[in-house]
Antibody, heavy 116, light 110 residues
Framework: EVQLVESGGDLVQPGGSLRLSCAASGFTFSTYAMDWVRQAPGKGLVWVSRINSDGSRATYADSVKGRFTMSRDNAKNTLNLEMNRLRVEDTGLYYC?????????WGQGTVVTVSS | QSALTQPASVSGSPGQSITLSCTGTSSDIGAYNYVSWYQQHPGKVPKLMIYDVRYRPSGVSDRFSGSKSGNTASLTISGLQAEDEADYYCCSYTTSGTLMFGGGTKLTVL
């Protein structure tokens, strides 16, 4: 079964750091680009970052550029999102998604809450 | 980076056809044929409905169709059904190498 499972979400204070992970299974992870998408409570989808299949290039939304770093370990079928200098507005449900002909596979998401 | 523009809400009656719009710029929708559409029911994970402007993934009903003209993409749902009531989001690749979602449209089936 094709599956993505996110983990690492937590409650963190403003200015803090968090590392999210996404475990992939059921497909050849190393051949697909991947995305992180977040959704604040009651709000819409917001694209956060994308990484190409071999991990050599990542792009970011302006709102997270310089604070977030996306990476992947194709040997372990794992995607990561290192989040630093977190802000209250980073709060939300973070999804990882497989990116090929659209975001065709999504995980269930992991919740990040930034609050003092 | 501003979000693509979608109407906040649209409504239609069962059996009707409705069209959801998504307006961008020449730096996103107008630049590439990489527009996708997602359906999200409350509390659920988004589901891909259309990719590359007009293509449906396997398993998506042919009542859903996509198109694009200039800087505006559209999602048409024909034969509206109660189960189509959901939030719909468009997404486009941009000339900056990033992706961008629209603000979402809440579709109500009357």
């Amino acid at each position: 079964e094709v599956q993505l499972v996110e983990s690492g979400g937590d409650l963190v204070q403003p200015g803090g750091s968090l590392r999210l992970s996404c475990a992939a299974s059921g497909f050849t992870f190393s051949t697909y680009a991947m995305d992180w998408v977040r959704q604040a409570p009651g709000k819409g989808l917001v694209w956060v970052s994308r990484i190409n299949s071999d991990g050599s290039r990542a792009t970011y939304a302006d709102s997270v550029k310089g604070r977030f770093t996306m990476s992947r370990d194709n040997a372990k079928n794992t995607l990561n999102l290192e989040m630093n200098r977190l802000r209250v507005e980073d709060t939300g449900l973070y999804y990882c998604a497989r990116d090929y002909q659209g975001m065709s596979i999504w995980g269930q998401g992991t919740v990040v809450t930034v609050s003092s | 980076q501003s979000a693509l523009t979608q109407p906040a809400s649209v409504s239609g009656s069962p059996g009707q056809s409705i069209t959801l719009s998504c307006t961008g710029t020449s730096s996103d929708i107008g630049a590439y044929n990489y527009v996708s559409w997602y359906q999200q029911h409350p509390g659920k994970v988004p589901k891909l409905m259309i990719y590359d402007v007009r293509y449906r993934p396997s398993g998506v009903s042919d009542r859903f169709s996509g198109s694009k003209s200039g800087n505006t993409a559209s999602l048409t749902i024909s034969g509206l059904q109660a189960e189509d009531e959901a939030d719909y989001y468009c997404c486009s690749y941009t000339t900056s190498g990033t992706l961008m979602f629209g603000g979402g449209t809440k579709l109500t089936v009357l």
